[in-house]
């Protein structure tokens, strides 16, 4: 079992930064791939970016290639999202997710554990 907890999010101004959290419990947090999700009002959940258990493989969506960097922390038990050159279109709550596959999930149905999310709005 595994409980993820969102922060960081909140209001930036196009071309800002924002910095996500999320901390989780539960001893297996190593062994599993984490990825960070986004929903916008009216759209399906999309793929951020994921990172496998060791950190030795990331992935992106095209759309914030360049822009956004996961990386993680098992001792402490965190996931990181660093975004940068933020746009409006990355306006959406941002979950994070927990997933017991050992390469990078890139589907939401890939993932058990969810946190509950974390609003980032960006304004032009």
């Known amino acids: 079992q595994v409980q993820l907890v969102e922060s960081g999010g909140g209001l930036v101004q196009a071309g800002g930064s924002l910095r996500l959290s999320c901390a989780a419990s539960?001893?297996?947090?190593?062994?599993?791939?984490m990825g960070w999700f986004r929903q916008a009002p009216g759209k399906e959940r999309e793929f951020v970016c994921a990172i496998n258990w060791s950190g030795g493989s990331t992935g992106y969506a095209d759309s914030v290639k360049g822009r956004f960097t996961i990386s993680r922390d098992n001792a402490k038990k965190t996931v990181l999202l660093q975004m940068n050159s933020l746009k409006p279109d990355d306006t959406a709550v941002y979950y994070c997710?927990?997933?017991?596959?050992?390469?990078?999930?890139?589907?939401?149905?890939?993932?058990?554990?969810w946190g509950q999310g974390t609003q980032v709005t960006v304004s032009s």
């Open positions: 539960g001893r297996a947090f190593r062994t599993y791939t």
């Open positions: 997710a927990a997933s017991d596959t050992m390469a990078v999930e890139t589907t939401p149905s890939g993932y058990t554990y």
